[in-house]
């Protein structure tokens, strides 16, 4: 936990203003538990002096494991059985724990002797899982012996809460425990003689399930921060659009962020998961090598593609380059368009763009650039290939700078595809493959430009090392993996479709717009707005997180861009909403949610 822990226990640090250990003491005591018998190592006045002093009215033992940087939680537990009165079922709770009161009750309150709290696997948990049959562990797994190859689809996390009976404690657990302890190994888990006894089948240690009750372990810095985000509901926009991604420990249903939810397909995140370690060992190709391999991806020719580490890394350059010279962006659009030229022109999408009246536009105001974003976020507004390369035909003294990063869930014509038949050299097409190839961790993207000079120009600012191995690696499989691609793109038109259509048929929403990318546009009536907003409602009451585009639209409605996930968290989205106007004339939090 270092740097937090250098000068304050770890117990003591807080979540939603509260002390860890505090939130289990005062569990503990609201399910008539008084008497608490607590192993200390690190900063043991402190953590004494807190409690005697926060809870005088406890029964405090206190046992000090004056070797803890030595020695491992089998030590600590064996020196605790020393000094526990005999006779007691105890609760065995690891202290850096943030759970809700219920988790605590239904362990005290469970009808087994023997019992440990467990929950489903999911990302981002580590430590000790276990096996299960028929609501009893079969085997326990230390993090030691989880090796590169290991398992956990079918295995569950332990919530390292425990309780046993006095019996077992006495005539089986402790005794074991204590000679491994002083004789054997006082560097391992306790957890691995609890799984010795399991195999000898001389203990029988009974499940009960989380349920999907809130929960988290806090062993690093990071841990923190989910245990924020977990158990300060109200907060949970704040930290989101702080951090603006790194969500995979977070229990949360994204509709904010866009990605194809159909692509890579199961086999290549296994040949990815294959392939890792040496991925991770290794340096990528040279750009010479990247860029060949993006041209075999976009079928043009050699020497007009220029991969590049997400599409972020152009628009610095970007700004360089068209710096006191008159750009036209359209409005609204990506928000890095509107940062890169903050003094550019607007010119207006109303879920529509005429050409003829911003080709009007440009000659007007004689701009040197003009921004086209196809299909555009946050509309959906799409433009056909045909069109943008005739206006720019038209016009070889501007420059037209198109954004096609959601192309492929559009039905029309890439640019890139017509300029290969017929070049011209002021367009720089840009695409960011977050979107289309559902990738958004690994950063790809790319520039195409028939220009050589343009080209040169952006290989020159590019670093000897410009993607990840991983990056790279993805653009090799993706050439065995076309076919799958381009039926992705369809599935998730057709997502896009039924998504629109149940959307459509809400009551909430007073305009439902499909658009070409991969999210729906929805106008909501502003009297189903809960009080506090609605996505802080979604996010608090749901873990939905969504974009509102309230601001980007500007009349004055209740706007959101909703990503087009996959049909059933799709459905779930909808039949909440649904439910939303309910919740609001009742006055409470949201209905509860059925789904999985």
Known sequence: MRPLTDNRHKTLLEVAGQPLIDRIIDDLAALGVHTHLVVTGYRADELRNHLQDRYPEENWIFVHNARYRDTNNIMSLAMAFEQLPDGHDIILIESDLVCSP????????????????????????????????????????????????????????????????AEFCRDTFRGLLQWYANTMDNN???????????????????????????????????D??????????????????????????LELLDFHFLRNMHWPTPAMYGELRRNLPALMQNYCSSQVILDMKLAWWLLCREGRATVLPGLSFVFPLLQRRFLGRRVMV?????????????????????FAVDLDALEAQTIRLDAKAIVIVTPNNPTGTTMAGEDIVALAARHPERIFIVDESFQGFSTETSVID????????????????SKTMGVPGVRLGYAYTCNAAWTAELRS???????GSIAEHLL????????????????????????ATQLRALKQTTRVIEGGGNFVVVRLDEAFQPPRGIVAHLLADHLIYLKEISSKIGDGGLWLRLAVRAPDENRRLVRILAQLDDSINQGHKGEPDDSP
């Not at 590019?462 to 993607?467: A, M, S, T």
């Open 102 to 165: 219920g988790l605590l009750r239904q362990v005290v309150e469970s009808p087994w002797p023997n019992v440990a709290l467990i929950d489903r696997y999911r990302t981002g948990m580590d430590g000790t899982v276990v096996s299960v049959t028929d609501g009893v562990v079969t085997s326990v797994i230390p993090p030691h012996l989880q090796g590169a190859n290991f398992d956990f689809s079918d295995k569950f996390k332990t919530l390292n809460i425990y309780k046993f009976s």
């Open 188 to 222: 391992i888990y306790y957890e691995l003689i609890l799984g010795i006894l399991i195999y000898l089948r001389q203990a029988r240690i009974y499940v009960e399930f989380v349920n999907d009750a809130p929960w988290s372990e806090v062993d690093d810095p990071c």
């Open 224 to 249: 923190l921060r989910v245990a924020e985000f977990t158990f300060e509901p109200d907060r949970r926009r704040a930290l989101l659009e702080e951090t603006m991604g790194g969500y995979w420990s």
């Open 330 to 350: 359209p409005q609204p659009t990506f928000g890095e368009y509107q940062r890169t030229f903050p003094d550019a022109v607007p010119y207006h999408d109303d």
């Open 418 to 433: 017509l300029l290969e038949r017929s070049p011209l050299d002021n367009v720089l097409v840009l695409v960011s493959l």
């Open 461 to 467: 600012e590019l670093p000897i090392w410009n993607l």
């Open 476 to 499: 090799e499989i993706a050439l065995k993996n076309r076919v799958t691609w381009l039926q992705s793109l369809q599935q998730t038109r057709r997502d896009r479709s039924d998504f």
